[in-house]
């Protein structure tokens, strides 16, 4: 689903009217998932200056197959009182439909990293205490502590093994760190031995604020 937006550019502040997806279906127009995996389907370039920029709006995707729904909800887009209509409609909706994983985040970012886990059969909830037991091993290491602030954000699981990789920025530019499929094991493990760790009900946020709470 499309809708028209004025958006100003960042670079010489002319404002444009663009096309924005606020709704994406991936089993009506499976094109779309590559386009949000690359964030191509997030960037415009500006007619005036050729600067490319990226689109802030509400959007919610949708994957019948993989059973998700993501909503992205970028700070401060919105009026409290709208947010909390479209959450309560939201909510409402998602009770009926079974075996659905909802989520919400607040940038685009987020959303590819959601898409990816899904896409990758893993679950995000022990992909977020991965994150969280290895920035808390890397900060032990000397001049480690700068990378619990970092936003690791998971690109991709392969090889025979099955590692899975994270990217994130440090010293300007980004950096990749590996880890072994046995650590989220070992996470995912917890969260079963442990029901009270989960995600709430509805279009929950599973980032590192909300593991964060189980380790203090």
């Known amino acids: 689903m499309k809708t028209n937006i004025i958006a100003k550019c960042s670079s010489c502040g002319e404002t444009h009217e663009i096309s924005f997806y606020t709704g994406i279906n991936v089993a009506e127009e499976p094109e779309l998932k590559n386009k949000v995996?690359?964030?191509?389907?997030?960037?415009?370039?500006?007619?005036?200056c050729g600067k490319t920029n990226?689109?802030?709006?509400?959007?919610?995707?949708?994957?019948?197959?993989?059973?998700?729904?993501?909503?992205?909800?970028?700070?401060?887009s919105l009026a409290e009182e709208s947010v909390r209509t479209?959450?309560?409609?939201?909510?409402?909706?998602s009770e009926t439909l079974d075996g659905y994983t909802f989520r919400r985040v607040d940038d685009v970012g987020s959303l590819i990293e959601k898409v990816n886990i899904f896409?990758?059969?893993?679950?995000?909830?022990?992909?977020?205490?991965?994150?969280?037991?290895?920035?808390?091993?890397?900060?032990?290491?000397?001049?480690?502590?700068a990378v619990m602030a970092a936003p690791f954000k998971f690109f991709r699981i392969e090889g025979a093994d099955h590692e899975l990789t994270f990217t994130y920025p440090a010293e300007g530019q980004m950096q990749g760190v590996q880890i072994g499929f046995n650590v989220y094991e070992d996470c995912a493990g917890i969260l079963r031995r442990n029901p009270s760790i989960k995600p709430s009900s509805g279009f929950s946020r599973v980032d590192q604020d909300w593991v964060a709470r189980f380790f203090r």
């Not at 990226?54 to 401060?76: A, F, K, N, T």
């Open 86 to 93: 479209i959450e309560k409609s939201l909510t409402a909706a």
């Open 37 to 48: 995996k690359d964030g191509s389907l997030f960037l415009w370039e500006c007619p005036h």
């Open 54 to 76: 990226l689109i802030s709006g509400q959007v919610i995707y949708h994957d019948p197959e993989e059973r998700l729904m993501v909503w992205l909800l970028p700070e401060g």
């Open 119 to 145: 896409d990758a059969g893993l679950d995000d909830a022990a992909v977020e205490m991965v994150k969280y037991v290895t920035k808390m091993e890397m900060a032990t290491k000397a001049g480690g502590q």
